[in-house]
């Protein structure tokens, strides 16, 4: 599956983003995803994830409460609906997905997408 990444963009702090990560090659209504994102000069840190069935969403505590996971497998999407932005939240995101795969590992997850920049301006 090739998984693509979209909706990045400048907003200002408290503003929202909503990123999408599109499936194609094959349906991934059977994968876990996740998003995960690296920001300058540090390690690519997991963000949230979503399981296959879309019934267990989870998020890492910095985000919890502003940051919301969909997912349409009728389109093959997975959205991060991103709230409440701020300038901490500055980073290339990625999506990644597993067949079955969860968790906030991400020698978790077999595919990734290409990344999509945020920035938040304070």
């Known amino acids: 599956v090739q998984l693509q990444a979209s909706g990045g963009g400048l907003v200002q702090a408290g503003g929202s983003l909503r990123l999408s990560c599109a499936a194609s090659g094959r349906t991934f209504g059977r994968d876990g995803v996740a998003w995960f994102r690296q920001a300058p000069g540090k390690e690519r840190e997991f963000v949230g994830g979503?399981?296959?069935?879309?019934?267990?969403?989870y998020y890492v505590d910095s985000v919890k409460g502003r940051f919301t996971i969909f997912r349409d497998n009728a389109k093959n999407t997975v959205d991060l609906q991103m709230d409440s932005l701020k300038p901490e939240d500055t980073a290339v995101y990625y999506c990644a997905a597993a067949y079955y795969g969860s968790g906030t590992r991400q020698e978790a997850y077999t595919y990734w997408g290409q990344g999509t920049q945020v920035t938040v301006s304070s």
């Open positions: 979503i399981s296959w069935s879309g019934d267990n969403a």
